[in-house]
């Protein structure tokens, strides 16, 4: 377990000097190269005028860390230790008023270093002697004095002193520009003292022009961001020292979080270590969103200080600055803030001295811009501003999710309808509303985004808004009007039980009114402004009156839960909660059945339409019959597959079959054929082991081996009960040790879920023993050759003894196709399996989706490539795989037109799983973009379908490409910057200027 009480906990992370020498040194990872630099050159520095230097950096880069590091190890290193003394100072040293004031300041560190090394004969009477000085009037005497003694005391250790300050340019802030100059002097002439300060880089900037004194006086050291090595390295280190093994096994287990959050912290050293402190709170609950907000709640009162600390302009322009992101000139916030130029540009100056806003370069041309210098602070202001400026930044998070290690939205959308999402569980309602908005912007699953909406509208509500606010928030007027209807509905349903949970009448047999509202809430008959009515006038009618309406109200669920059976509750908690206003509300229908698990409600919207909608699928209608026992609804599901064009052998026995088991009287072929139904066609799983098991009891012994197989399939396939289904299949071998049948299915589950491979092998080798003219056992045999043992000559091999067995089975030609292209790189002969393959079977798409892909790769786009990207398109439907293909073959053969069409379906109909399968595959696609000279359509057709923010990164390169120079990077904040440049060098973009630190 982690020691929690340990300094790293608290006030540490901002104040090195609370931590231990030991714990500072253990801490100590990223600035390891530069302090071996500096202890190299300290080694080198025996004689003469020193180098004096500077480590500059933004606040949190670890310059405090690093000058104590530098202390311990010259302390530590007898050959340093007999040459230096370092000296060490408050970070801010507020007593010095004069010059003479920092050279007493060196003498009081100088007894403290002498005192603790217990070099008591060096510092005999120095304190008295310091006091002396100290009364001394005269400044000039008094800094002469002060040097003086300090020179003196040094001569008597033998060492030369190594003055380490911190925070340097607050000590020449408060001397004067003589003293500066005198100050100047005596590190250019004496050879005891060396300087090595720390300071921002806005503190160098502004001090350290051309006209001040130290003017290219310093050797500098610039402490740059953590790259994504270096980031890793300090979290695994600290996991190591604080036993903290949740972030030890996070960093392997999901790096994309990681190397997201590095982009989102700026790479700051201190926010990487606030990082591993949340972490290690959370790590197994977390995900990118939660673990920045935590991370952000400990940054803020640090934060909200800084900005509080401002003047009231400067709060103005540092918001208008931090809402804008992206570098904004003084051109662009004298327009948005209404002031004089000069007057923008004077609290910029102001402001840059202070070490909040940073001079950029900006494009085009070569101007300035300003964005805040620390990168975290911008990120926490964004997460505090209105709802569609964080969601931008959501989306950022999500991209860059994508961008490393791609996860699944839906799944995360689910989560949280489900109210099992342990990042959102403790959320107020205002967080949980924002977040199912920014969720709802990111699925593609129309059912999903409804059920999004509709929670986010719910969390609005919770907040006690008015309907006036509500239109406000949403904006009904603008791109939330197709929320006003649903929003409406809530209302009235809230107002409407709050009414109810109010009245009382003790008079009433029936009860309160908080006895009368589920039965009102539940009702599938009123809509819910009548419901909402109904409640209004409660406390006006007689008892008799409610009575009356309490019993028709009982009529009518008993009437509806006799139609609905198993899915009456289903039905009710979906008008109780507002998915649906009319039991034909198909739309609500299918939000509710993803909240509540309930597949089926879409037919009961159905039973009430009596008409299917357009975009309602087979696929649809299949979920949705499996999981009711209503054969009302079945029957239906089956007539409307038919409507849809499901192949009627799929459904023509439905009917009379579930009838038959509904009466449950068979025999084990009846049994056996009913368990092929529920499994195949209804895919009601547990029913159908319920009938392959009376099956198995009824029949003979030899006979159950293949009731056996059919289990083992189920439980592998369906249930996922991988050790009953080993048992099933050897069952099965020990009911007919000459069946080959079972060791195949054995195999597979070795092979695929089990990961037992050399047992695999032998059961495919078994089976084949017994049949080898099995063609499917040497597919499968090929396959595990090919993905799991690596054995490619052996995988052809079997692939081609299976097509020798029977050359009319497309799946052997199609895994030989997908050998030769993938394991091999032989993509001539990969095509000609492909084109078998699509000779035996003309109607599947994935032969030709396979050729065409090989000859995109090998940048052949002839005639036949570009044939088959146009059937692939009007032949795949939504299929994104196919789509993909199509458009990146219609790009390459610079169809530009057809290609934006293309594209636009493909984006449409990409879901999470697409994604994370091919977004190397998208990547290229953009590249192939960029290299054929339509970036700037693709990053227009990126804004035109909403995916300028959900995939900003893609669109800024495809705008970089565009504008054709690096150059334009300077117009994104950086944590847009750093994914934009990984994309732009896989794209291996020819740009102007190549050697700029844009780049």
């Not at 402004?529 to 008892?543: C, G, L, M, T």
């Not at 009529?555 to 009710?572: I, K, P, S, W």
């Not at 089956?638 to 509904?662: F, S, Y």
Request: charged residues 25%.
């Amino acid at each position: 377990m982690m020691n929690t009480e340990q300094p790293l906990y608290g006030l540490a992370t901002y104040n090195p000097d609370l931590l231990s020498k030991q714990e500072l040194i253990a801490g100590f990872v990223a600035r390891q190269g530069l302090l071996d630099r500096l202890l190299a050159e300290l080694r080198r520095e025996t004689h003469g005028i020193p180098q004096h230097r500077l480590l500059v950096g933004h606040r949190g880069m670890g310059k405090t860390t690093l000058l104590r590091r530098l202390r311990f190890a010259i302390d530590d290193d007898p050959e340093l230790g007999a040459l230096w003394l370092p000296l060490v100072f408050p970070e801010e040293q507020y007593n010095i008023a004069a010059l003479s004031d920092f050279w007493l300041n060196c003498v009081d560190s100088l007894g403290d270093a002498l005192e603790q090394r217990g070099l008591e004969g060096a510092f005999r009477g120095l304190d008295e002697t310091a006091a002396r000085v100290q009364a001394i009037v005269d400044e000039h005497s008094r800094q002469v004095e002060a040097l003086t003694l300090l020179l003196d005391v040094a001569r008597n250790t033998g060492r030369r002193l190594l003055l380490l300050v911190d925070n340097m340019d607050q000590v020449l802030e408060r001397i004067d520009v003589k003293a500066a100059w005198s100050l100047r002097e005596v590190l250019s002439t004496q050879p005891t003292l060396m300087m090595l300060g720390a300071m921002t880089a806005a503190a160098l900037e502004v001090g350290f022009q051309y006209d001040q004194p130290f003017h290219d006086f310093f050797k500098v050291h610039r402490l740059d961001s953590l790259d994504e090595p270096e980031t890793f390295a300090v979290l695994r280190q600290l996991s190591t020292t604080w036993s903290a093994e949740s972030v030890a096994q996070l960093l392997d287990r999901d790096p994309g979080r990681i190397k997201a959050l590095r982009v989102l912290t700026g790479g700051n050293p201190r926010t990487v270590v606030l990082l591993f402190q949340v972490l290690a709170r959370g790590a197994e609950r977390g995900d990118v969103r939660s673990d920045l907000e935590r991370l952000l709640d400990q940054c803020t009162p640090l934060y909200k200080a800084r900005f509080e600390a401002l003047s009231l302009q400067a709060q103005r322009i540092v918001d208008a600055v931090a809402i804008h992101w992206d570098p904004v000139t003084a051109a662009q916030l004298a327009a948005t803030l209404r002031m004089e130029a000069n007057q923008i540009s004077a609290q910029l100056d102001r402001l840059a001295k202070q070490g909040i806003i940073e001079k950029v370069e900006y494009y085009p041309g070569k101007r300035l811009a300003y964005s805040l210098m620390e990168r975290f602070f911008n990120i926490w202001y964004l997460m505090r501003a209105n709802r569609r400026v964080r969601r931008k930044l959501v989306w950022l998070v999500e991209f860059m999710r994508l961008l490393h290690a791609p996860q699944d939205l839906a799944q995360m959308a689910r989560s949280q309808l489900c109210g099992v999402s342990t990042a959102t569980q403790e959320w107020g309602w205002h967080r949980r509303g924002e977040y199912a908005f920014a969720l709802a912007d990111a699925v593609d699953e129309g059912s999903l985004r409804y059920a999004l909406e509709l929670e986010g509208i719910r969390c609005v509500l919770a907040e006690g808004e008015t309907r006036t606010q509500l239109s406000a928030i949403l904006d009904f007027d603008g791109e939330g009007q197709h929320l006003k209807s649903r929003a409406e509905r809530l209302k009235y349903l809230k107002d409407a039980r709050e009414i109810l949970e109010a009245a009382t009448d003790a008079t009433w047999s029936g009860g309160a009114g908080k006895d009368f509202w589920p039965l009102l809430a539940r009702s599938v008959s009123l809509s819910a402004r009548q419901k909402w009515e109904v409640a209004r006038d409660f406390s006006n009618i007689s008892a008799q009156q409610r009575d009356e309406s309490k019993q028709v109200l009982e009529r009518e669920r008993q009437e509806f839960g006799g139609r609905f059976g198993d899915l009456f509750d289903a039905v009710a908690r979906a008008f109780e909660e507002g998915y649906m206003e009319v039991l034909g509300d198909i739309a609500g229908a299918r939000a509710a059945a993803v909240v509540f698990d309930a597949p089926a409600l879409v037919l009961v919207s159905l039973d009430s339409r009596g008409e299917l909608p357009d975009d309602i699928t087979f696929a649809e209608l299949a979920e949705a019959a499996k999981s009711t026992r209503v054969p009302r609804l079945v029957v239906l599901a089956a007539k409307a597959a038919l409507d849809r064009g499901a192949p009627p052998e799929d459904w023509d026995h439905l009917a009379p079959l579930v009838k038959t088991w509904m009466d449950g009287d068979l025999a084990a072929e009846d049994w056996n054929k009913l368990g092929n139904l529920l499994l195949i066609h209804l895919g009601r799983y547990p029913e159908a082991e319920d009938a392959y098991r009376k099956a198995i009891a009824l029949a003979l012994d030899e006979r159950a081996a293949c009731l056996w197989v059919n289990l083992g399939n189920l439980l592998t396939a369906h249930l996922g009960r991988y050790p009953e289904a080993e048992e099933a299949y050897r069952n099965a071998i020990a009911l007919d040790e000459r069946f080959a049948y079972p060791w195949n299915g054995l195999g597979h589950l070795l092979m695929a879920h089990l990961g037992r491979y050399p047992e695999s092998e032998e059961a495919f080798r078994k089976a084949i023993a017994l049949d080898e003219r099995d063609a499917s056992v040497w597919v499968n045999l090929g396959n595990l050759l090919m993905a799991h043992l690596g054995r490619y000559p052996e995988a052809e091999e079997a692939f081609r003894k299976a097509i020798a067995l029977d050359e009319r089975l497309a799946p052997p030609w199609i895994a030989l196709g997908t050998l030769l292209a993938k394991r091999t790189g032989t993509y001539p002969e990969a095509e000609d399996a492909y084109r078998k393959a699509m000779e035996l079977n003309p109607k599947s798409l994935i032969p030709p989706n396979g050729i065409a892909w090989a000859k995109f790769v090998r940048g052949t786009i002839d005639t036949e490539t570009i044939a088959l990207a146009h059937r692939l398109f009007a032949e795949g439907g939504r299929n994104p795989f196919y789509l993909h293909t199509a458009a990146c073959v219609f790009t390459a053969a610079d169809k530009w037109d057809i290609a934006t069409t293309v594209i636009r379906q493909m984006l449409t109909a990409a879901d999470p799983d697409f994604l994370e399968k091919c977004w190397p595959d998208i990547e290229r696609l953009f590249q192939e973009i960029a290299h054929r000279g339509h970036a700037a359509e693709g990053r227009d057709l990126l804004d035109e379908l909403g995916f300028a923010d959900r995939w900003r990164p893609i669109r800024e390169a495809m705008a970089t490409v565009a504008e054709g120079t690096w150059r334009y990077l300077f117009t994104l904040a950086p944590e847009v910057r750093a994914p934009t440049k990984i994309l732009l060098n896989r794209f291996q973009v020819v740009l102007a200027d190549p050697t700029t630190d844009g780049r």
